[in-house]
Nanobody, 115 residues
Framework: QVQLVESGGGLVQPGGSLRVSCAAS????????MGWYRQAPGKQRELVAQ???????NYADSVKGRFTISRDNAKNTVYLQMDSLKPEDTANYYC?????????WGKGTLVTVSS
């Protein structure tokens, strides 16, 4: 069973930056794509950013130009660099790994953007 462990969440002021990490217990080469989703209170979970095995990326319109997803294959880790954070970015951020037949999820890390 693959485990995904997120870290790096916390409280940050509007306009600030934060980087969250997702460490996988297995090689991330086994996944077709890895991504970050978020869920704010009372809202549905939404895709924030995704990176494929080949390195292609896609982002939600709301974070384009502010967030950057990257991967370190040697460390089996995926990162989400978040800049110019806004209060509406406040949410639990979940790591996702997409295999052929299964999706794996982390338990989430809370990001709060507030002054």
């Amino acid at each position: 069973q693959v485990q995904l462990v997120e870290s790096g969440g916390g409280l940050v002021q509007p306009g600030g930056s934060l980087r969250v990490s997702c460490a996988a217990s297995d090689t991330i080469f086994r996944f077709n794509a890895m991504g970050w989703y978020r869920q704010a209170p009372g809202k549905q979970r939404e895709l924030v950013a995704q990176i494929t095995l080949g390195g292609s990326t896609n982002y939600a319109d709301s974070v384009k130009g502010r967030f950057t997803i990257s991967r370190d294959n040697a460390k089996n880790t995926v990162y989400l660099q978040m800049d110019s954070l806004k209060p509406e970015d406040t949410a639990n951020y979940y790591c996702n790994a997409r295999a052929v037949l299964t999706d794996y999820w982390g338990k989430g890390t809370l990001v709060t953007v507030s002054s």
